[in-house]
């Protein structure tokens, strides 16, 4: 069974860094790229970018380039997301997602969400 | 703003049909046969519904189909059902990466 797990729920200051993780399990992690989406309060779906772990090929939407990292570590089928200095504005709910990507492109298994809250 | 254009609700009553527009443009719904719908209950993670514009994944119900002229793609729930009330996103690939609709909330009346 294919499997996304998500890291918990934070609570963060402005400010401060932060790297959230999703775990793969029940396929070959390495042979799919994996995709985040941000929801923020009340909104809708934003394609933040993708990783292909096998050799962390990374690209990023436009509207996140510089504002977050994406990165993988194949050898425990877990990519991560991570800020280097917090805004109250990155308070969403962070979804990890595989990408189906050979003749076709969706997301097919998606993990639980992270909700990250930034707060003073 | 989002990249592709959804209707902010649609409603109907139940065993009625429903269809969703998705509109987007040249470089994305119409340049590509890889347009996905996804469900969205409260609370829970997306759930996709269709992918490649009209293939349904295994275990989605026939009730749910989706088509695309054009610049515009669509999602038809027929037979609606209450379990069918929740948010629904178009998305589309384009230059390597994929753009989503604002997306519609569906009240089953």
């Known amino acids: 069974e294919v499997q996304l797990v998500q890291s918990g729920a934070e609570v963060k200051k402005p400010g401060e860094s932060l790297k959230i993780s999703c775990k793969g399990s029940g396929y070959s992690f390495t042979s799919y790229w994996i995709g985040w989406v941000r929801q923020m309060p009340g909104k809708g779906l934003e394609w933040m970018g993708i990783i292909y772990p096998g050799d962390s090929d990374t690209r990023y939407s436009p509207s996140f380039q510089g504002q977050v990292t994406i990165s993988a570590d194949k050898s425990i089928s877990t990519a991560y997301l991570q800020w280097s200095s917090l805004k109250a504005s990155d308070t969403a709910m962070y979804y990890c997602?595989?990408?189906?990507?050979?003749?076709?492109?969706?997301?097919?298994?998606w993990g639980q969400g992270t909700l990250v809250t930034v707060s003073s | 703003q989002s990249a592709l254009t959804q209707p902010a609700s649609v409603s109907g009553s139940p065993g009625q049909s429903i269809t969703i527009s998705c509109t987007g443009t040249?470089?994305?719904?119409?340049?590509?046969?890889?347009v996905s719908w996804y469900q969205q209950h409260p609370g829970k993670a997306p759930k996709l519904m269709i992918y490649?514009?009209?293939n349904r994944p295994s275990g989605v119900s026939n009730r749910f189909s989706g088509s695309k002229s054009g610049n515009t793609a669509s999602l038809t729930i027929s037979g609606l059902q209450a379990e069918d009330e929740a948010d629904y996103y178009c998305?589309?690939?384009?230059?390597?990466?994929?753009?989503f609709g604002g997306g519609t909330k569906l009240t089953v009346l």
């Open positions: 040249s470089s994305d719904v119409g340049g590509y046969n890889y």
């Open positions: 490649d514009v009209s």
């Open positions: 998305s589309s690939y384009t230059s390597s990466r994929e753009v």
């Open positions: 997602a595989r990408l189906v990507h050979s003749s076709s492109w969706y997301l097919d298994y």
